[in-house]
Structures are given as structure tokens and as C-alpha cells.
């Protein structure tokens, strides 16, 4: 069964891709069937399994692959080969940092968030 659907109604544009907003089908942890999410290019950004999610201003999109039952949220921008995966909640703006690397703990983004300090 889908968990979401892509709103062709609500899109934005990012360098010449479409995002498409995500829309709830069903209620799963703190979301109701109808909610509106963040924007993904295509189903193979987000999971219909698990409790992933995209919301707010958040952006997936290329090979970006969000899983499992992590969430991307506030204006974080995931692409390029990224996977957010397992119990996770990503919610900051480490957009440039997020296209190569997977992050499946919050220890591993401990480690991301030293870099930036450099």
C-alpha cells in the first residue's frame, strides 16, 4: 500500500528538475492522511515502506535515497548518491556535505557536523 503520492499541483523547480510536493495517503506516526510534505523528483527519492518522510521546506531528489524511518525535515537538501536511513531525523541546512556520503546514525552526523566547523 502507498504511504504518499507526488501533488503534480505543487511543484518547484531546482536547476531544470522538478520537485514534486509529498501528500500522505495513509496516518503513520504524527502525520494524517492528507498532510502535505517537502518535495522529492520522483518516488525513488523517498520510501512507500517504513515511516520515512520528507517534510517542510525539505528537498531529495537525484539518486537521494530517504529510508527506513528517518526524516527529512526544515530546509535540508539531500541529493547526489545520499541515503538517510534507519531511525533518523535530519533538519539542518548540510546540503553541500549531503551529496556523497550516507548517514544511517546520528553518531555519523556528530562526525559531519565537525567538518563544518573547519
Known amino acids: 500500500m502507498a504511504k504518499y503520492k507526488l501533488n503534480p499541483s505543487d511543484k518547484k523547480t531546482l536547476g531544470g528538475k522538478s520537485l514534486f510536493q509529498v501528500e500522505a495517503l495513509i496516518s503513520f506516526l504524527i502525520f494524517k492522511?492528507?498532510?502535505?510534505?517537502?518535495?522529492?523528483?520522483?518516488?525513488?527519492?523517498?520510501?512507500?515502506?517504513?515511516?520515512?518522510?520528507?517534510?517542510?521546506?525539505?528537498?531529495?531528489?537525484?539518486?537521494?535515497?530517504?529510508?527506513?524511518?528517518?526524516?527529512?525535515?526544515?530546509?535540508?537538501?539531500?541529493?547526489?548518491?545520499?541515503?538517510?536511513?534507519?531511525?533518523?531525523d535530519l533538519s539542518v541546512n548540510l546540503s553541500s556535505e549531503l551529496k556523497r556520503i550516507t548517514i544511517d546514525t546520528p553518531k555519523k552526523l556528530e562526525k559531519l557536523k565537525k567538518l563544518e566547523e573547519f
Do not use: P, T
Not at 60 to 69: E, F, I, K, R, T
Not at 79 to 88: C, L, N, P
Open 33 to 88: 492522511k492528507g498532510d502535505k510534505g517537502g518535495y522529492i523528483e520522483k518516488e525513488g527519492n523517498l520510501s512507500q515502506d517504513g515511516n520515512a518522510w520528507v517534510s517542510g521546506n525539505a528537498r531529495v531528489y537525484g539518486d537521494a535515497w530517504v529510508s527506513g524511518d528517518a526524516w527529512v525535515s526544515g530546509n535540508a537538501w539531500v541529493y547526489g548518491d545520499a541515503r538517510v536511513s534507519g531511525r533518523f
